[in-house]
């Protein structure tokens, strides 16, 4: 038995086959004697079942009768063996402008061929399980295909004991605003900028998760093969938004500290989310948890708790000091 996801496991036997040596008007005449699962394209083979070559029937029926078999077929077409994966054939018969990619044991006998349609149904699996991967689910597990099937109330039980994390988050993002109660009855316009900061750290951390997370399915890196670029990538982000946002609020309040403030704050801030947007998915995965349920509500949380004490602490270090 063959492995699954390999060309063996995929691929069809009866397919058409032709000997090398044999007529053009001989044999296109007999290709209805037998019932093939594939006879575009007919394969080439010797005396001893070795595979040689393939054409299609247009060229079979497009040849004189004297043609040999041999003169007509394709010697350059791709073949696999059947411990081949099925994403690497499909990358064959796109690279090798084919459409059915035949199967061959060691010795080079012609075992059958991975169809067309067969190649189809591997790309459309193939990308379904990215974009499981996009959204935070990093295998394709029954969980995951079950997610949006199964009833409401089973999608309930599973959402909402996330939610209550959320919402414990919640609460003790509360607990941090009333912590700096005295530093925001001293200068008030400090909570003006509270809900820009918090969503634009979320906005970074919800990106890192539909780009980072995405290419961590699509290239197969490791987590620390990425991490060091999406920090940085996170803290480039909050360096331009914090940039402008110093001008901003230097132009509309006069206030040159505070601006530094928030702009230090949001350099801060998108370096922490893209980390956290990046690492919890993996984490719960590792865990064996389906992050599509948990990366979302957890981890906008977290970013936004360390949103607030990343801003709270500049501004009791800095602003409130310098003024």
């Not at 403030?261 to 690492?279: E, I, T």
Request: charged share 15%.
């Amino acid at each position: 038995m063959f492995q699954p996801e390999t060309a063996g496991h995929l691929m069809s036997r009866r397919v058409a086959t032709l000997p090398a040596n044999g007529m053009a008007g001989d044999w296109r005449h007999r290709l209805h004697e037998n019932e093939w699962e594939v006879v575009d394209p007919v394969f080439v083979t010797d005396e001893g079942g070795r595979f040689l070559g393939a054409m299609h029937l247009v060229a079979l029926y497009d040849a004189p009768e004297d043609s040999t078999i041999a003169s007509l077929m394709r010697i350059d077409w791709p073949r696999v063996t059947p411990e081949t994966d099925q994403e690497a054939i499909a990358t064959i018969a796109r690279e090798h402008d084919v459409s059915d990619v035949p199967v061959v044991d060691e010795a080079g006998k012609l075992l059958g061929c991975v169809t067309a349609l067969r190649l189809l149904d591997v790309i459309w699996r193939e990308h379904v399980e990215d974009m499981q991967r996009f959204t935070g689910t990093m295998k394709a597990t029954s969980t995951a295909r079950h997610a949006l099937e199964d009833s409401p109330l089973s999608r309930f039980a599973r959402r909402l004991p996330w939610l209550l994390v959320g919402l414990g988050g919640s609460v003790a993002a509360t607990s941090i605003m009333a912590g700096f109660e005295t530093e925001l009855s001293a200068n008030v316009e400090i909570a003006f900028f509270i809900p820009a900061l918090v969503y634009l750290a979320d906005a970074i951390g919800t990106q890192t998760e539909a780009v980072a997370v995405r290419g961590l399915s699509l290239s197969h890196k490791p987590l620390w093969a990425i991490f060091g670029g999406e920090l940085a990538t996170g803290l480039l982000l909050g360096l331009a938004l914090g940039a402008l946002s110093f001008l901003l609020i230097w132009a509309g309040f006069g206030d040159a500290w505070l601006g530094f403030g928030v702009a230090l704050s949001l350099v801060a801030a998108g370096g922490a989310a893209s980390s956290v947007g990046l690492v919890f998915p993996w984490v719960l995965s590792r865990m064996g948890v389906d992050p599509a349920f948990g990366s979302g509500p957890v981890a906008t949380i977290v970013q936004d708790m360390l949103s607030l004490i990343v801003y709270f602490a500049v501004m009791t270090s800095f602003v409130m000091e310098a003024t």
